[in-house]
């Protein structure tokens, strides 16, 4: 009931393309939805993140859908550039537990020039 | 402002031997945490502290230690590795007390144990 799944596992995108990842839970309590990105040897950082109090939240080329009742979110980047290529995790947490994210298990995305 | 630093960047160990991981925020955060990436698994929590004077067990905490000596800085301490525990280890710290808060991640440490 932890659990987070991510999908795809990888990703290849041609340049101006959508990338498009999804992620689904189980724990009804989890109640804010972070993504982070990671470059190679790189530590991950925040990208965007959503609370299930809106369907949907966009920054710049990088847009969370949240569908509660379907306990999914998803990553959507418009015009995906080479400069995107990256691994990507979902994450979800709750604000009233013990500090913890649960990470999905990131999505390697390939944009092509 | 260095953000969340760890040393060493690599570091090869024998089956056995020990080791200290160490970490230091300078952005005065409250929560810190040690996660281990390994390929297909994610980010998977080791070890957190939520506030100075405090440590608790993450999801994988088995063969590690922790301490967090003060605000700055929390060690993750390997007393007889194993193979197993070769993988990429990530210190953060958030600024509060909530799992809301962002989290910023230091530049990892590489560990091969052979």
């Known amino acids: 009931q932890q659990q987070v799944k991510q999908s795809p596992q990888s990703l290849i995108v041609q340049k101006g393309g959508i990338s498009i990842i999804n992620c689904a839970y189980e724990n009804t309590a989890f109640d804010y939805f972070p993504w982070y990105q990671q470059f190679p040897g790189k530590g991950p950082a925040l990208l965007i993140a959503?609370?299930?109090?809106?369907s949907e939240k966009k920054e710049g080329r990088f847009t969370i859908s949240f569908n509660k009742s379907a306990k999914q979110f998803s990553l959507h980047i418009m015009d995906s550039q080479p400069g995107d290529s990256a691994t990507y995790f979902c994450a979800a947490a709750s604000t009233s537990g013990t500090y913890k994210y649960i990470f999905g298990t990131g999505t390697r995305l390939k944009v092509l020039a | 402002n260095a953000g969340v630093t760890q040393t060493p960047k690599f570091q090869v160990l024998k089956t056995g031997q020990s080791m200290t991981l160490q970490c230091a925020q300078d952005?005065?955060?409250?929560?810190m945490y040690w996660y281990r990436q390994d390929p297909g698994m994610g980010l998977r929590l080791i070890y957190y502290s939520a506030s100075e004077g405090t440590t608790d067990k993450g999801e994988v905490p088995n063969g590690y230690n922790v301490s967090r000596l003060n605000k700055r800085e929390f060690s993750l301490r390997l007393e007889s590795a194993a193979p197993s525990q070769t993988s990429v280890y990530f210190c953060a710290s958030s600024p509060g007390r909530g799992s809301s808060d962002t989290q910023y991640f230091g530049p990892g440490t590489r560990l091969t144990v052979l």
């Open positions: 959503i609370r299930p109090d809106v």
């Open positions: 952005m005065n955060h409250n929560s």
